[in-house]
């Protein structure tokens, strides 16, 4: 196995200036400001925070009102604090408690669960290898890993220490698959479907699968020059964000680059390409991208709802598509969409897309 070096220790080894492989391109360089400026910025579009609390009310009025709240903001950002989402904040705390402590270990503790990208063990501790031909890497170190279905996950992977980290994460994804489908629900109402349709269409319980990625973004000496991860769009049909509350979450909206505000005990939850699919391209998938910052480590832990790789072909659902609204997308697995999504498109034309 290659020896691959460690953003954090790149970052903790004292240089003043970072890498040429780090360095965004010029044009991208332009839009890249103080992250905590940006953040206290009131002016403008601002990521709409949803509030959840009412959204299986047995008042169909209020439900209604609701599930209206949660989809304009699923078919105009694809983005959105959820609040009163019913997932206890003791235990988010619990779960970001562990995974700061994990990366708190030492490089050389950590690099007992490295993945191996080369042999196709994808899942354990890593760091961005290079995916394009200037070479350019992003300023993260992550930990990835299956989190449920249960009887699908590996726990041989899952950090030892600390000693709560397998159960703390293992519980908020039991909560977070009953959040799932609750907003699966509502969103299938949203756009005058059954209400089990979206779910069915991305696995159901049986085959969707909930991927944990703990995205450790050590301070940059130079934040004005790097991204912590580079602008893209999720695959997945919904991801769920939990974070230290450090800003850095930046989205595309109308042509400029959105930075999230900090919200406590939300959870920021984004559009997938998948459901995007699905919705003929109602439901938006956002482009996003991550602020880094010479001050504070920013961490955040993701949840991707992904459909099985190669047994559902993802295309519009029939009642999307009519002959002023024709399929946006063609039909592909989801292992396929991926592949298309790597090698298929450079991100500039992505983003010039996204201006259309």
């Given at each position: 196995?290659?020896?691959?070096?460690?953003?954090?220790?790149?970052?903790?080894?004292?240089?003043?200036?970072?890498?040429?492989?780090?360095?965004?391109?010029?044009?991208?360089?332009?839009?890249?400001?103080?992250?905590?400026?940006?953040?206290?910025?009131?002016?403008?579009?601002?990521?709409?925070?949803?509030?959840?609390?009412?959204?299986?009310?047995?008042?169909?009025?209020?439900?209604?009102?609701?599930?209206e709240e949660l989809k304009k903001a699923s078919l105009d950002w694809g983005v959105m604090h959820?609040?009163?989402?019913?997932?206890?904040?003791?235990?988010?705390?619990?779960?970001?408690?562990?995974?700061?402590?994990?990366?708190?270990?030492?490089?050389?503790?950590?690099?007992?669960?490295?993945?191996?990208?080369?042999?196709?063990?994808?899942?354990?501790?890593?760091?961005?290898?290079?995916?394009?031909?200037?070479?350019?890497?992003?300023?993260?170190?992550?930990?990835?890993?299956?989190?449920?279905?249960?009887?699908?996950?590996?726990?041989?992977?899952?950090?030892?220490?600390?000693?709560?980290?397998?159960?703390?994460?293992?519980?908020?994804?039991?909560?977070?698959?009953?959040?799932?489908?609750?907003?699966?629900?509502?969103?299938?109402?949203?756009?005058?479907?059954?209400?089990?349709?979206?779910?069915?269409?991305?696995?159901?319980?049986?085959?969707?699968?909930?991927?944990?990625?703990?995205?450790?973004?050590?301070?940059?000496?130079?934040?004005?020059?790097?991204?912590?991860?580079?602008?893209?769009?999720?695959?997945?049909?919904?991801?769920?964000?939990?974070?230290?509350?450090?800003?850095?979450?930046?989205?595309?909206?109308?042509?400029?680059?959105?930075?999230?505000?900090?919200?406590?005990?939300?959870?920021?939850?984004?559009?997938?390409?998948?459901?995007?699919?699905?919705?003929?391209?109602?439901?938006?998938?956002?482009?996003?991208?991550?602020?880094?910052?010479?001050?504070?480590?920013?961490?955040?832990?993701?949840?991707?709802?992904?459909?099985?790789?190669?047994?559902?072909?993802?295309?519009?659902?029939?009642?999307?598509?009519?002959?002023?609204?024709?399929?946006?997308?063609?039909?592909?697995?989801?292992?396929?969409?991926?592949?298309?999504?790597?090698?298929?498109?450079?991100?500039?034309?992505?983003?010039s897309e996204k201006n259309d």
């Amino acid at each position: 196995m290659v020896a691959v070096e460690r953003v954090e220790s790149l970052a903790k080894s004292g240089i003043i200036s970072i890498p040429k492989e780090y360095i965004r391109p010029k044009e991208e360089l332009e839009s890249i400001n103080d992250v905590f400026l940006e953040e206290k910025k009131e002016d403008g579009p601002q990521v709409p925070t949803i509030d959840l609390k009412n959204i299986e009310s047995d008042d169909e009025k209020i439900r209604e009102n609701c599930i209206e709240e949660l989809k304009k903001a699923s078919l105009d950002w694809g983005v959105m604090h959820l609040i009163n989402h019913g997932i206890p904040a003791d235990l988010m705390e619990r779960v970001k408690k562990a995974g700061e402590e994990f990366f708190s270990l030492s490089v050389e503790e950590k690099e007992k669960y490295a993945n191996d990208q080369a042999t196709g063990k994808i899942q354990g501790y890593g760091s961005k290898l290079a995916n394009n031909a200037s070479g350019q890497l992003e300023w993260e170190d992550y930990f990835f890993h299956l989190a449920y279905p249960e009887e699908k996950r590996d726990l041989s992977i899952w950090p030892k220490t600390p000693s709560d980290y397998i159960e703390a994460t293992s519980e908020y994804a039991k909560c977070l698959r009953l959040l799932a489908t609750k907003v699966f629900k509502a969103l299938s109402v949203g756009l005058g479907l059954e209400p089990d349709r979206l779910e069915k269409e991305v696995g159901g319980l049986e085959e969707l699968l909930l991927q944990m990625k703990i995205n450790y973004y050590p301070k940059c000496p130079q934040p004005e020059l790097a991204l912590d991860v580079e602008a893209h769009t999720d695959v997945s049909a919904l991801t769920f964000i939990l974070h230290n509350m450090v800003p850095g979450l930046q989205l595309f909206y109308e042509g400029k680059w959105v930075t999230a505000k900090c919200v406590p005990d939300s959870i920021v939850m984004h559009i997938g390409d998948t459901l995007e699919i699905l919705s003929n391209g109602k439901y938006k998938s956002i482009l996003h991208r991550g602020l880094v910052n010479k001050e504070k480590v920013r961490i955040s832990w993701a949840v991707f709802c992904e459909p099985p790789k190669d047994k559902i072909v993802l295309k519009p659902l029939p009642e999307m598509v009519s002959v002023e609204s024709p399929a946006k997308f063609p039909p592909r697995t989801f292992a396929q969409h991926i592949e298309h999504k790597l090698f298929g498109k450079e991100q500039e034309e992505l983003v010039s897309e996204k201006n259309d």
